[in-house]
């Protein structure tokens, strides 16, 4: 089991990829269908913003544990134009890019942390999706 | 990837089996519309069981399909949808809306007739007015 996986998202079946390795990744690591299901859809939300926003950029996903917790911290990092307005960005139904805008705050909504860090020329999200682990 | 559909009696029957890219689903849309138009069929069940994954983008796309069917006067009904995606679609703030569901391929058959059945009588009715 990789405790590590790099993905270059390019095209829309790199989503498909990406969301892929993170329902596997957090399956080895014993998490319900459940919650397979909201990293899968939280990652593929994240990823085609990549493609619909700045064309490409990388998906990294990460095994992380602490003494109580086990879970998957997934990086989404483009060179796009970035979020000018990320307080719109996060309320329900804003969006510049045709969709419904239901795509970042809902993804907040799957997840344990949802981290957003934009520039011109940079975009940085962080998620985390944690549980406690079984003794 | 195509997703097949199927012709049966005066129903459309299609089954998404594979994970499909944004290219793919809207592809999707567009045969399942010439299907609905060309064989003039009165119903069809799309059947999603296979979807692990229905994001905010996938939602749209059926949503928008289910909708566009039913203003060519055909009646639709999404049928298998997996437990953990109603779940994430629910807490995503997503839903289908105005679509009718059923748990699968079954009871949706049996909706989709009574849909049928329906909107053929509402235009009986609605064609004896008329003739008065």
Redesign the interface.
Known sequence: MNNQEHILIK???D??RA??MG?KMTKDIGFG??D???L??AI??LT?NIIEYAGEGICDLQIISDQNNIGLKVTVEDKGPGITDIESAMK?GYTTGG??G??L???K??VTSFDLQSEPGHTKITIELMRRKII | MKVPILKLKDILLTSIQIDLTDEDAIEFQNDVMQQVSRTEAKGIVIDITALDVVDSYMSRVLNDTANMVRLLGCEVVITGMQPSVALTLIEMGRELINVETSLNLDQGMEKLQQLISASDSTRAVKGGEYNE
């Open positions: 095209e829309s079946s989503v498909i969301r892929q329902r269908s459940a397979q299901t909201r899968a859809t593929s939300e085609r329900d969709g419904l239901a795509g705050p809902g993804t909504r799957l």
